[in-house]
C-alpha cells in the first residue's frame, strides 16, 4: 500500500522541541520532493518546510527559520523535521507529502501524495 505516516506529534511546552517523522511505504522517496504542512484551526493550510530531491535546496516559512529543520533519510524512507524553540503559534496538524521530481518550492498545489497529519501542540 503506497502511504505516508506522519508520527512524533504531541503536547509540548513553549520553548521545547519535538521532532517528526514521516515514513514511506510502497514507493521510495528517493528522488522525489518532500515537504511539510500545516493547518492550524480556522487558517489555510501553510508551506512549512520543503526539500528538493537531491536535497540541495530547501525552502522555510519566516516564522519558522532558524527554529525548524528537514531532512531526509533515503535508506529508511523516512523524511524528518526536527522543531525547536516552539511557540504558541505553531500549534497546528502538521502533514508530510511528496511533489514530483522537479523542484517547485513549497506551494501545497505542487504536491500529489499525503500523509494522513499529526497533531502538534504547544502549551503551557
Known amino acids: 500500500q503506497v502511504q505516508l505516516v506522519e508520527s512524533g506529534g504531541g503536547l509540548v511546552q513553549p520553548g521545547g522541541s519535538l521532532r517528526l517523522s514521516c515514513a514511506a511505504s510502497?514507493?521510495?522517496?528517493?528522488?522525489?520532493?518532500i515537504g511539510w504542512f500545516r493547518q492550524a484551526p480556522g487558517k489555510e493550510r501553510e508551506g512549512v518546510a520543503c526539500?528538493?530531491?537531491?536535497?540541495?535546496?530547501?525552502y522555510y516559512a519566516d516564522s519558522v527559520k532558524g527554529r525548524f529543520a528537514i531532512s531526509r533519510d533515503n535508506a529508511k524512507n523516512t523524511v524528518y523535521l526536527q522543531m525547536n524553540s516552539l511557540k504558541p503559534e505553531d500549534t497546528a496538524v502538521y502533514y508530510c507529502?511528496?511533489?514530483?521530481?522537479?523542484?517547485?518550492?513549497?506551494?501545497?498545489?505542487?504536491?500529489?501524495?499525503w500523509g494522513q497529519g499529526t497533531q502538534v501542540t504547544v502549551s503551557s
Open positions: 510502497g514507493f521510495t522517496l528517493a528522488g522525489y520532493v
Open positions: 507529502a511528496t511533489g514530483g521530481l522537479t523542484w517547485f518550492g513549497c506551494a501545497s498545489r505542487r504536491y500529489g501524495r
Open positions: 526539500m528538493s530531491s537531491s536535497g540541495a535546496l530547501t
